[in-house]
């Protein structure tokens, strides 16, 4: 393109400069340029600011980086901090605010798919699957009446160390008896992970209520809520572990145990085995 | 995939060239950085992907926009500059022109002119980080390029307390 009159705007002398122009107006505005030397000259000096502050700070980023900024050890400083931690309330703000602007669960996908690319995008397919297979798992065994779990609440110490030993990590299986939920029991379950645990907890009149969790592939996510067919779930990951809260479609009484049930498992020292 | 602190570590030496830049003083940069990251950490469930690039240079925009605000509440003020007399000749005399210059810009235009110079971010980039339309960034930035050519020219006009 060399329309040697077509008048070259300010704002396309600084893309010129910062090498923000598209390829196809550039030459026409090198040509322009060599024909307006008072332009020229003011292109010249803008690149010379560019290269002063270049020549002057450019050097900082090849500085070894200090001690200071290691992340782990940000965030073990940090932790005696209150509200280091993520709170729940947040978390679930961040869920409200997400469910609003997107419509929910697909809609996060859809956003996940666009602005990351499609490796992020398998993640939250990924992550999607593991709440369906939370629900699923949900739906299978809150329905039985004789044979709801293999190990019964009675033995949480057994089903810990056991459970511990088949996931990899340390269980902490919550004690919800403060919002009414008493621990009806556990099982070992298949899951895209390998093995998954599953606790389930009834109220007073019958509802019940489970935690599935297992390890996760990726870092810690946002809380999200997926909900139909009655049933609906809480789910977020943490410290390489995935977990899920379902229960009956009321997101109040859900948000309320699952809240119980993170500050429980997430808490540094609040181990209530 | 790289994961979130991954991306957050990787990011680290170009956000203390940038805080170096836009405080011309070491220490109160690398404070800065290490706000921004203990920030970026504790808000990592508020991060729905993206560039966690741009959500750290903006970041460390608004800490440092809060800096400057607290600032100049307080009744004293360090100068900016207390010394007009022409640059000593010498290698650094050329950077400490650019720092004094960079200096007398408002906060909104050197962000938007190191951004785009120093760490290379496209104007839609800033326009993200800045919160303010693409056309804002670019006058931004036309601003602040008369400002230092005036400055390096040596017509050394009046400086300007950043709001």
Redesign the interface.
């Known amino acids: 393109m060399t329309d040697r009159d077509s008048p070259v705007s300010?704002?396309e002398l600084?893309?010129y400069v910062?090498g923000?122009l598209p390829a196809d107006r550039r030459e026409a505005v090198a040509t322009w340029l060599a024909e307006n030397p008072e332009q020229a000259a003011?292109v010249a000096?803008?690149r010379a600011?560019?290269e002063?502050?270049?020549?002057?700070?450019?050097a900082?980023?090849?500085?070894p980086?200090?001690e200071?900024?290691n992340?782990d050890r940000?965030?073990r400083e940090?932790a005696g901090a209150p509200?280091?931690r993520?709170s729940w309330a947040?978390?679930a703000a961040?869920a409200a605010v997400?469910a609003f602007m997107l419509g929910g669960g697909v809609g996060?996908m859809a956003?996940?798919a666009s602005?990351?690319g499609p490796?992020?995008a398998a993640?939250v397919s990924g992550f999607d699957a593991f709440a369906n297979e939370a629900l699923e798992a949900h739906k299978l065994y809150v329905v039985e009446v004789r044979h709801p779990v293999e190990v019964p609440g009675e033995e949480r110490a057994h089903m810990t160390a056991w459970l511990s030993k088949r996931l990899g990590y340390q269980q902490r299986i919550p004690d919800l008896s403060s919002i009414g939920l008493k621990l009806v029991g556990g099982r070992l379950l298949p899951s895209a992970a390998g093995a998954a645990a599953f606790y389930m907890y009834e109220g007073a009149s019958g509802e019940r209520f489970t935690i599935y969790c297992s390890k996760a592939e990726?870092?810690?996510?946002?809380?999200r809520f997926k909900s139909g067919d009655k049933v609906a779930a809480f789910y977020w990951a943490d410290d390489k572990v995935a977990y899920a809260v379902s229960g009956p479609d009321d997101r109040a009484r859900l948000e309320k145990v699952s809240k119980a049930i993170y500050d429980q498992i997430e808490l540094p020292g609040a181990k209530k085995l | 995939m790289a994961t979130f602190r991954q991306s957050v570590e990787a990011t680290i030496p170009a956000l203390r060239r940038y805080a170096r830049a836009l405080t011309r003083d070491a220490d109160i940069a690398d404070d800065l950085v290490q706000d921004t990251l203990v920030r970026a950490l504790r808000s990592e469930h508020l991060f729905h992907g993206g560039e966690v690039r741009s959500w750290l240079y903006t970041i460390l925009t608004n800490l440092n926009r809060n800096r400057l605000r607290s600032l100049a509440r307080r009744p004293m003020l360090s100068p900016i500059e207390d010394n007009d007399a022409p640059d000593l000749a010498g290698p650094e005399a050329g950077g400490r022109d650019i720092e004094r210059a960079l200096a007398t810009l408002v906060e909104d235009q050197r962000n938007a002119l190191l951004l785009v110079v120093l760490e290379g971010l496209s104007y839609r980039e800033v326009a993200e980080v800045q919160g303010v339309p693409i056309g804002t960034v670019m006058s931004r930035l036309a601003r602040a390029r008369v400002q230092i050519k005036t400055y390096l020219d040596g017509e050394r006009p009046a400086l300007r307390r950043v709001k």
């Not at chain 1, 002063?52 to 450019?58: E, H, K, Q, V």
């Not at chain 1, 900082?60 to 500085?63: H, S, T």
Request: aromatic share 8%; proline share 4%; charged share 20%.
């Open positions: 300010e704002e600084h893309a910062d923000q003011l000096a803008w600011q560019a002063g502050i270049r020549t002057r700070y450019g900082v980023a090849d500085e980086v200090p200071r900024f992340l940000l965030m940090s509200a280091n993520r947040a978390m961040a997400a996060w956003r996940g602005a990351a490796a992020a993640a990726g870092p810690e996510t946002a809380l």
